[in-house]
Every structure is written in C-alpha cells, then in structure tokens.
C-alpha cells in the first residue's frame, strides 16, 4: 500500500528536496514498469508523486531533466560499492564493474534513452576521471603495459558489459542459452578481452 500522502492534506506539504525526490522514484517506478520505450507522461508522473504537473517543470525544467537527475540519484547509491571495487587490479576492477552492473541493467536502458537526447549534461563515462589516476598503478603493478591506449580501453570496455546489460535477456531468449549460463559464457570472453589490452601479445622482432 502507498504511503504517499494525499493531495490537500497537511502531510502532503513537502520541502522541495522531498517533492523532487518524489518525482524521482514516480518516473523511475512508471518506467521500471512499462519500458523506456514506452515514453513518459509527465501527468501520470505527477499523479504517483502526488504533486502538481507544474511542479515537475519547475523543479526539473524538462522530462530529460529529471531522468538525468533521476539516473544520477542511482548511480550515487551505488558509489560507495563502487569506491570499493576502484581499489581492485585492472581485470580484476573491470570484471567486478561488470558483474555490479549486471544486477542493475535496467540503469543502462535508461541511459541508452537519454542518450539519444544527446544531453550534453549526461555523463555516463564517470569512471573515467579515475581510470586516469589508476594508471600509474596499475602500469606499476605490472597489471597494464605502459603504452596502454587507457581511455578508449576505458571506454570500450565500458561499452562492452553496459551493452550486454541491455541485450542478456534478449539474447538469451534468441539463442536459448539460459541467461545464467550465458553470463558465465559472457564474463569469460569479457575476461580475455581484458586479458587482451592488459598482457598483448607482442610480435616478435626479426633477428
């Protein structure tokens, strides 16, 4: 049973923090529920946060607006699990990420959609700051060459666990290969694309 209070009565006189936070988690519930593709009703999204309409434009400005804040409010939940997982070697680091994204995937369905907004305020590379300063040690460590292409290694494995969060279902259904046992299949390439940019094989040189 919702617990939002109704509209009119003296409960339902929120700080602006709490309306926004309301607006938030109505947005993500509608679309947990019916699919990014689905679109959303900035109405619909007032009624289950029991606010008005105007409030929405008001606070956020745009529907865009508050996915992005929405999203962001997500991602931040999750810091705290992945400082943790930072101070974890290169394969080991980029493994960890993937399996910790992998039990959230709708988070990149959302951003696949704002993506196509092009919403220049939309981050959704935020490792990437770190990924520089990891690259000191992680070439110490032995664990990176040191003429590593670290941001498009960064990026592109990024791409890769973010795309299969999006696609695991799907391609289990297509394939029939239970999406248990594909995660296990998916992780071991991943691992060896990984294997691949740290430990590259070097051609030999001609005597």
């Known amino acids: 049973m919702s617990t939002r209070p109704k509209k009119g009565s003296k409960a339902s006189r929120r700080t602006k923090e709490e ?33 008005n309409r105007v409030q929405i434009y008001q606070y956020f400005g745009t529907r865009e607006a508050l996915l ?21 070697p290169f394969i080991k680091r980029r493994m960890a990420m993937m399996d910790h994204f992998i039990a959230q995937p709708k988070l990149f369905e959302l951003e696949t959609l704002l993506v ?8 959704i590379f935020p490792e990437i700051n770190f990924a520089r300063e990891s ?8 664990e990176l060459p040191a003429d590593a292409d670290l941001i498009p290694a960064h990026i592109m494995t990024s791409a890769a666990y973010k795309g299969y969060c999006i ?23 991943f691992r060896l694309m990984l294997e691949g940019i740290a430990r590259p094989q070097r ?3 001609d005597d």
Do not use: F
């Open 19 to 51: 309306t926004q936070a309301d607006l938030r988690r109505a947005a993500l519930e509608l679309l947990e529920k019916r699919g990014p593709l689905a679109g959303l009703s900035m109405s619909e999204v007032a009624d289950v946060a029991n606010v």
């Open 68 to 88: 992005i804040s929405a999203i962001s409010e997500m991602l931040g939940s999750s810091e705290p699990a992945r400082r943790e997982l930072r101070k974890l």
């Open 135 to 142: 690259r000191e040690r992680d070439v110490a460590e032995g």
């Open 116 to 123: 196509q907004h092009d919403d220049e305020d939309l981050d």
């Open 167 to 189: 696609y695991r279902h799907s391609a289990a259904k297509s394939t029939g290969i239970p999406v248990e046992e594909l995660d296990n299949r998916a992780r071991e390439v």
């Open 203 to 205: 051609p030999e040189q």
